[in-house]
């Protein structure tokens, strides 16, 4: 897999995951949506850590800096 995300793109990213999680468990988002956002937040963090994003490629995006 070739790199697509910049830097800036995954700070945001595991900002936006943080947050969830700590809606989450300070117990202000529940059910149905909590379980969504969690997944989000997860896959979020994910591809942060590895600095590739399938979207990415669908759109034509990069913002990694070569």
Known sequence: MKKNMGNSDKIIRVIIA???FGLYFANIITGTLAIVLLVVASIF???SLISF???YT???LNTCKK
Request: aromatic share 8%.
């Open 18 to 20: 943080l947050v969830v």
């Open 45 to 47: 963090v994910l591809t």
């Open 58 to 60: 669908l759109f034509g």
């Open 53 to 55: 994003c399938p979207l």
